[in-house]
């Protein structure tokens, strides 16, 4: 099955500073990449995804790059706030078959961002 | 925007009790998970809920623990049975709803487990 690693598991910035959080994974089939925000004591929250047909997807500070051949993909923040403090998880899933929408997530990046 | 809840939000319950735990959406989705999140930890696929057939469960889940039930396209429940302390963890639905052609996911709030 699917293996979804992340790095780094934690994550310091100074307010302003950029962030980069990264993902790989093990299965060439996978083709859909989403990334979820966690605050403390709430759910996940859907904040950007990607699927493989694009290499890279941007929202306002956020974008979220990928690279099949590699099969790694990143989620990047720029100008960080102290309200993106939060536990940051990539997942990765196929959007077709049997494991349709089984989403599969890496370890999760503690991000804090210093005012 | 849809909404999704579970309920309970939060139980303390006995070694070798069961609890069933519901996840209601208010419109119609194609798709609902069941998802297990241990203290401090990422999130792990516990089962598929489909709708009117029994649930498709993922390697280290059976269904004689982690019953689940999908009567109609917005409504499941999933029962932790004969529970232990290590049953302790944030259990999560999430759904795809049926007018997103985009497969995103969206998660309840989850029931917060304890087991003593």
């Known amino acids: 099955g699917e293996n979804v690693e992340q790095h780094p598991s934690t994550l310091s910035v100074q307010e302003g500073d950029s962030a980069v959080i990264k993902c790989t994974y093990s299965?060439?089939?996978?083709?859909?990449f989403p990334w979820y925000k966690q605050e403390l004591g709430k759910r996940p929250q859907l904040i950007i995804d990607i699927r493989s047909n694009v290499g890279e997807k941007k929202d306002q500070r956020i974008a979220v790059t990928l690279n099949k051949t590699a099969k790694h993909f990143s989620l990047h923040i720029t100008e960080t706030q102290p309200e993106d403090s939060a536990v940051y998880f990539c997942a990765a899933s196929l959007t077709s078959g049997t494991s349709y929408g089984k989403l599969t997530f890496g370890q999760g990046t503690i991000l804090t961002v210093h005012p | 925007s849809a909404v999704i809840s579970q309920k309970p939000s939060r139980d303390i319950c006995q070694r070798g009790t069961s609890l069933t735990i519901q996840c209601q959406v208010d419109s119609q989705v194609t798709m609902m998970f069941w998802y297990r999140q241990q203290p401090g930890q990422s999130l792990t696929l516990i089962a598929t809920?489909?709708?009117?057939?029994?649930?498709?469960?993922e390697s280290g889940f059976v269904i004689d623990k982690f019953p689940i039930s999908r009567p109609n396209l917005t409504f499941s429940t999933l029962t932790v049975s004969n529970m232990s302390p290590e049953d302790s963890s944030i259990y999560l639905c999430?759904?795809?709803?049926?007018?997103?052609?985009?497969?995103?996911?969206?998660f309840g709030p989850g029931t917060r487990l304890t087991v003593l």
């Open positions: 999430s759904v795809e709803f049926w007018e997103s052609s985009y497969n995103e996911q969206f």
């Open positions: 809920a489909n709708q009117g057939s029994e649930a498709t469960y």
């Open positions: 299965d060439s089939a996978s083709n859909y």
